[in-house]
């Protein structure tokens, strides 16, 4: 039987295209990155609101993956690194993944990084 806190639920996937437009707009404060090996992290963070889990979105990039079945393997690789390893934060925060390696990674190398990237958050 599942446990319920390692679920990847619909509410923690990153679908609003206002926060998206924050996520990656150049001028925004609020917004930082972690690079960590194949991945780079967007994190938008908004003070005073209430604490919970992140909402996330993951990108892999079909200029470096042209099959769409590649793409899809690297974002459900991705997506199950970080449900074993999400932890809810002090407000709300928003997560994009975006991969930025040029081949298909194994599992051990995005859970590495993945752990990094989440250990950078919690400090």
């Given at each position: 039987m599942e446990r319920k806190d390692h679920t990847f639920s619909r509410q923690?996937?990153?679908?609003?295209?206002?926060?998206i437009a924050r996520l990656f707009d150049r001028n925004a404060e609020e917004c930082f990155t972690v690079p960590a090996?194949?991945?780079r992290a967007v994190v938008y963070r908004e003070p005073g609101t209430p604490a919970g889990l992140p909402s996330v979105l993951v990108s892999v990039p079909k200029?470096?993956?042209?099959k769409a079945v590649t793409r899809n393997?690297?974002?459900?690789?991705?997506?199950?690194a970080y449900?074993?390893?999400?932890?809810?934060?002090?407000c709300k925060t928003y997560i994009a993944f975006l991969y930025v390696g040029?081949?298909?990674?194994?599992?051990?190398?995005?859970?590495?990084?993945?752990?990094?990237?989440?250990?950078?958050?919690?400090?």
């Open positions: 923690e996937r990153l679908k609003s295209n206002k926060v090996w194949p991945y200029r470096n993956f042209k393997r690297i974002k459900r690789l991705t997506r199950e449900r074993l390893q999400k932890t809810p934060y002090s040029k081949e298909i990674p194994e599992f051990n190398r995005v859970q590495r990084a993945m752990e990094f990237i989440l250990d950078k958050l919690k400090s």
